[in-house]
């Protein structure tokens, strides 16, 4: 058993933590809009209550003279418990264990080499908030940079706060190639392999998540939330309006705009992409 499946599915999580930034500015900092139709104010992201830590159950298998090959849960004295490093020396253990993976050239290529599951556990934390800060960014990102072609003819025009024309855009669907590596990497995964082995090297995720200041609560529980605000990203149509009134690009569309981080990234990486990734997590999903 390798920490690397747990490393590998949560770091594909936490490729928010460079999309983010891939053209998209901080949400929390807008500039302010002025638009031909009323444009409501976001409602700001709340945090998931703790939760008390769940008690883990190990139940004695059934045996009876109908019993075959189907039953597999093991009797407790036949689980093996794994050495763990410490969180402040697991970096070696996930940075080696991936290179056996993927290969030495690819972990350098698209892995931070420091501070790896803490790094993971704050952007699987802030997914479902408005904002990922770049210091808790894990995973590098494509070379190619995000593609928004002008909007000659929007819908609207939209004004800021002097009365200026904001640019508009429209999200190309060239952006969908730059995305596919990281959801093959995802489901390439074995989800029933990977729920085994996270809960195996879980302390360390949940240590990570009381050193955010979480005293109470399960890193898990958090998780979870995560899997199902990105799973209820709602599916958009091409083309896919935007807007720069600055630096960053920012939805047109209010509703879209008012998403969680997690869920816009749903929607940056095209319909397909998306469809794939929903499809692994529900398989997660049901297994935790």
């Excluded at 983010?20 to 998931?48: I, L, M, R």
């Excluded at 808790?136 to 940079?145: F, H, K």
């Amino acid at each position: 058993m390798k920490i690397w499946v747990v490393a590998a599915i949560l770091i594909v999580l936490a490729v928010a933590g460079y999309f983010y930034f891939d053209g998209f500015g901080p949400q929390n900092q807008p500039a302010a809009v002025t638009t031909s139709a009323p444009v409501p104010e976001p409602a700001p992201a709340t945090k998931a209550e703790p939760e008390s830590e769940p008690e883990l159950e190990v139940s004695e298998p059934v045996i009876t003279e109908d019993s075959g090959p189907d039953w597999e849960m093991p009797v407790p004295s036949e689980i093996e418990e794994i050495p763990l490093p410490m969180l402040a020396d697991s970096d070696p253990v996930v940075l080696e264990n991936l290179e056996q993976m993927v290969g030495e050239p690819a972990v350098i290529r698209y892995v931070v080499n420091d501070n790896v599951i803490s790094r993971v556990v704050a952007t699987v934390d802030t997914l479902g908030s408005r904002q990922i800060p770049g210091v808790v960014q894990v995973v590098n990102g494509p070379a190619t940079s995000f593609a928004a072609s002008p909007n000659e003819q929007p819908d609207r025009v939209i004004r800021n706060e002097e009365g200026d024309e904001i640019p508009q855009f429209i999200m190309s669907p060239a952006n969908d190639e730059r995305y596919t590596p990281y959801v093959e990497l995802f489901e390439a995964v074995d989800s029933g392999e990977w729920v085994k082995i996270y809960q195996d090297y879980y302390p360390l995720f949940l240590e990570a998540y009381r050193q955010m200041g979480y005293a109470e609560g399960s890193f898990n529980d958090r998780l979870i939330v995560i899997i199902d605000e990105l799973l209820a990203a709602p599916e958009v149509s091409d083309p896919v309006g935007l807007l720069k009134p600055e630096a960053y690009f920012l939805f047109t569309d209010p509703e879209l705009e008012s998403l969680t981080a997690g869920q816009k990234i749903m929607l940056r990486m095209g319909t397909q992409n998306a469809a794939r990734v929903k499809e692994k997590l529900r398989e997660i999903r049901a297994l935790l």
